[in-house]
């Protein structure tokens, strides 16, 4: 199955911002498609966090930001709080391969 | 309120046959397409497949076309993922989301039906 390539783990002190990259290719995020992201807090489900490149959905705070170029997207974290700790996931859409819906593979924010 | 509500977790052996549901509530069910996302343990996230309830319209992903079964009841707004013959590697936590209106995203999620198989 497509996926999207992130880092596997980041990690940053409270107040510090962290930035995520997910990584795609010319028939997902490099052929136009938007970058969503979301959160998973540990035992939980994902939550929608960012969905076309940047907008942030009603109650997300203004600290979580997305941003893209060209095949790469990014979500920057600002003054990273200790419930910032969890799972982040991109999503794009690939067109190729009737594989639609494809993720990234994840990374673990750490709030050290 | 937007509610995706999962049935409970499904203890099972391999060989048996599965369904779990995912009921929805809280906008019309019939508009909105319902997908279906796999995590296994310690694992990422998978799309499995995704079903637009006003026609039945699915698209499987190919790593699970032939694996599961997609359906839906629009009389009880419920989603449906069937297995005919569990093996052990589908143990994970199965996840029903519903597509965003506009933008191919998963607005809303269940909260997931964790599904063990063991002999």
């Known amino acids: 199955q497509s996926v999207l390539t992130q880092p596997p783990s980041v990690s940053g002190a409270p107040g510090q911002t962290v930035t995520i990259s997910c990584t795609g290719s010319?028939?997902?995020?490099?052929?136009?498609?938007?970058v969503h992201w979301y959160q998973q807090l540990a035992g939980t489900a994902p939550k929608l966090l960012i969905f076309r490149d940047n907008k942030r959905p009603s109650g997300v705070p203004d600290r979580f930001s997305g941003s893209k170029s060209g095949a790469t997207a990014s979500l920057a974290i600002t003054g990273l709080q200790a419930e910032d700790e969890a799972e982040y996931y991109c999503q794009s859409f690939d067109s190729s391969l009737n594989d639609f819906y494809v993720f990234g593979t994840g990374t673990k924010v750490t709030v050290l | 309120e937007v509610q995706l509500v999962q049935s409970g977790a499904e203890v099972k052996k391999p060989g048996e046959s599965l369904k779990i549901s995912c009921k929805a509530s809280?906008?019309?069910?019939?508009?909105?397409?319902i997908g279906w996302v796999r995590q296994m343990p310690g694992r990422g996230l998978e799309w499995m497949g995704i079903i637009y309830p006003d026609d039945s319209d699915i698209t499987y992903s190919p790593s699970f076309q032939g694996q599961v079964t997609v359906s839906v009841d629009r009389s009880i707004a419920t989603a449906y993922l069937q297995w005919s013959s569990l093996k052990a590697s589908d143990t994970a936590i199965y996840y029903c989301a519903r597509r965003g209106d506009s933008f191919l995203n998963f607005d809303y999620w269940g909260q997931g039906t964790v599904v063990t198989v063991s002999s």
């Open positions: 809280g906008y019309m069910f019939i508009n909105y397409w």
């Open positions: 010319s028939s997902d995020i490099g052929a136009g498609y938007d």
